[in-house]
């Protein structure tokens, strides 16, 4: 989830661009970088780090060459490379027309390895170690005419659209060439742009915070489309070249709520990226029927020596890789145990070179889990990480990587991190099991096609937030909450009540609903909440009938039982006050759509309470001391 600006006006686009970017740091400041055309050719400079980077080296160097008034901009994210100067945006062509073209990428080109592979059979080479790269140098070969179907030659919009249609993934593309320097040309798929009209200028950029102090006049652009700007204006095709219609509309947000999409929190904005954050997770693993980890270091036969597996995370973190549990255990038959990091190393587990340590963090950083890797790799064990942060101390030092491309997350209370991991952890399952040989390859595929869909069903869910908000209005006044739960419905039920925490600084409690009447049901008083994580009636029919028996429990000693549960369930409805219906989803795959209104309805309460609900009190989004 990076930063994308682009600009041909007629002010002086290297102002333009950095003010853009500045907007659009909350997308990525691993590093910066702008490219503008300049005498014939592209004056292009990318920083490591935060923007201010590269403000201070472009003062270092000198502005003089970045003076004219069209250019592109970039803050990253990194997925693929590093965050380093060399794996920066812009990238740039190299000898097929002398450096000519520059890129800059939001989103994954999954198609990267064979493209890049067909590159350097024409003797192009890389010189990063990004996904991006190779789309710079098929747009230099498509314009210089050397591409296979030659008609692109000096057609920059037919030399992207060519480009776009061989892409596989999610990427919006902004390009820039030095032979065309009142001309900026972008692709779509799956990624965000939006358009920014002026008199005399026409914007690009990942979102409206990026221009409207310049102009509140914008157009989204659709699906598969590609854009060229001038400085007059813009025309919009689709990938075949196909002229597309498309609405302007008027920005009415004030900068502030731009920024976090219209929302007075990054963390709202956040809880609605989750379809994306899932989707962006899992592409690119599913290669010619076979699941793939981002960085590799261990063997199928690594894999296949597997005896044992531990989780070992904290908070949030904590609560997915309870589900991985549930899902490496049922699809691998391997024995998984999961403790909160700050407690593995404690107590002397038993560990050798069979047991594989799946170390989850959003940040990497946080010393609790670090240590516990650590520890794990003394005794000889291998070590998965589950990271949302290229380049973190966490990935660099585990023998395989799976990357939650979630975006930077700036609300301190997880949430698209939580579902991300969610998918990461079932892939880590589905890597094992197809290692291992416990599930056949179309049965892997399967479930990977499962999981692809479980996006659609979490939009679902997005659609129905005003009810979840009105609950958390009417929950706002309560002096506790509790939350019940069974199987996968427990870690969302433990989950809940973090957020509940954490936000609203209220009391909150998770149960697993068998544990109640082993004594917290001595809690139940009248007009206490208890919010209710149903399973499917068909999915887990057994647990759910037991359920039905706790709600009825709860609801007899005076509780207020808010129940979720999946649309069309009747037999709960006699026993919920309030009904937040779910969408039918397979067993493991509920909690990614379950956790959703649970986020919502502890934000809203907190708001409710005159809280600050991207910065809870105490709490720091990355936990770097023990
Ligand atoms: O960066 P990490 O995922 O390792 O962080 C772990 C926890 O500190 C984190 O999940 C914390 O619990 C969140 N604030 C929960 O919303």
């Known amino acids: ?34 490219a503008l055309p300049h005498s014939g050719g ?3 400079e990318r920083k490591a780090g935060a923007l201010v980077n590269l403000e201070q080296r472009l003062d270092e160097i000198g502005r003089d060459t970045f003076t004219g008034t069209a250019g592109i901009g970039h803050t990253r994210w990194a997925t693929h490379g590093p965050p380093t100067d060399r794996n920066a945006h812009p990238h740039r062509s190299g000898p097929a027309d002398a450096g000519k073209t520059a890129v800059v990428h939001n989103g994954i080109i999954e198609n990267y390895l064979p493209l890049r592979a067909e590159l ?8 990063s170690d990004t996904d991006t790269e190779i789309a710079a140098h098929l747009v230099a070969l498509a ?4 591409a296979a179907d030659p008609s692109t030659k000096g057609d920059l919009p037919a030399s992207v659209r060519s480009v776009a249609l061989r892409l596989e993934g999610a990427f919006t593309l902004v390009v820039t060439h030095a032979d065309e320097p009142d001309t900026i040309v972008a692709a779509r798929r799956s990624s965000p742009l939006v358009l920014g009209l002026g008199e005399g200028e026409t914007f690009l950029a ?14 989204e652009l659709g699906q598969d489309q590609v ?5 007059d204006g813009y025309d919009v095709t689709d990938f075949r070249g196909e002229p597309v219609a498309v609405s302007p509309f008027e920005v009415t947000w004030d900068l502030a709520a731009a920024e976090k999409g219209g929302h007075d929190y990054f963390m709202l904005k956040e809880i609605e990226e989750q379809p994306t954050a899932i989707a962006d997770t899992l592409r690119g693993h599913l290669v010619d029927g076979r699941i793939v980890l981002d960085e590799q270091r261990l063997t199928d036969q690594d894999l296949r020596d597997v005896d044992k597996v531990f989780v070992v995370a904290c908070g949030t973190a904590y609560h997915s890789g309870l589900l991985a549990k549930y899902a490496i255990e049922h699809w691998t038959r391997l024995p998984v145990e999961i403790e909160v990091a700050s407690e593995f190393r404690y107590r002397d587990p038993v560990l050798d070179r069979s047991t594989l340590v799946v170390a989850i963090s959003q940040s990497g950083e946080t010393a609790d889990t670090l240590e516990a890797l650590r520890h794990a790799k003394d005794q000889k064990a291998r070590v998965l990480a589950i990271c949302n942060t290229n380049g973190a101390q966490i990935p660099r030092e585990s023998d395989a990587v799976i990357y939650t491309h979630a975006g930077p997350e700036i609300g301190v209370a997880a949430t698209k991190t939580f579902t991300a991991q969610v998918a990461a952890n079932y892939l880590v399952g589905l890597a094992l099991a197809q290692a291992r040989g416990t599930k056949y390859p179309d049965e892997v595929v399967r479930e990977f096609h499962e999981l692809e869909a479980a996006p659609k069903a979490v939009e679902t869910v997005l659609e129905s937030l005003g009810e979840a ?6 929950l706002a006044d309560s002096k506790a ?7 996968v419905g427990y870690p969302v039920a433990l989950e809940g009540a973090l957020k509940l925490k954490e936000l609203a600084y209220m009391h909150a409690e998770a149960f697993a609903a068998g544990e109640l009447k082993h004594g917290p049901i001595a809690l139940i008083e009248p007009g206490l909440p208890v919010i209710v994580v149903m399973p499917s009636p068909k999915g887990r029919a057994v647990l759910h009938s037991k359920l039905l028996s706790n709600i009825q429990e709860i609801k007899a000693r005076g509780a207020r039982t808010v129940v979720l549960a999946e649309a069309g369930d009747e037999t709960v409805k006699p026993f919920a006050d309030h009904l937040f219906e779910l969408p039918p989803i397979s067993t493991l795959l509920q909690p990614l759509v379950a956790t959703v209104p649970l986020q919502v309805i502890a934000a809203e309460i907190a708001r409710a309470r005159g809280y600050d609900v991207d910065k809870p009190r105490n709490l720091a989004k990355s936990v770097t001391v023990e």
Do not use: K
């Open 120 to 127: 350097e059979a024409l003797d192009i080479w890389a010189e």
């Open 206 to 219: 990942s979102d409206v915070a990026a221009f409207i102090e310049f102009t509140r006049n914008a157009v």
């Open 227 to 231: 854009v060229t700007i001038t400085r």
């Open 42 to 44: 592209l004056a292009v």
């Open 481 to 487: 909450v509790l939350f019940l739960g069974r199987h």
């Open 143 to 146: 314009y210089a005419g050397r």
């Open 469 to 474: 908000r009105a609950l958390g209005q009417l």
């Open 1 to 34: 989830m990076c930063g994308i600006v682009g600009y041909v006006g007629h002010r002086p686009a290297l102002d333009v661009v950095l003010a853009g970017l500045r907007r659009l740091e909350y997308r990525g400041y691993d590093s910066a970088g702008v």
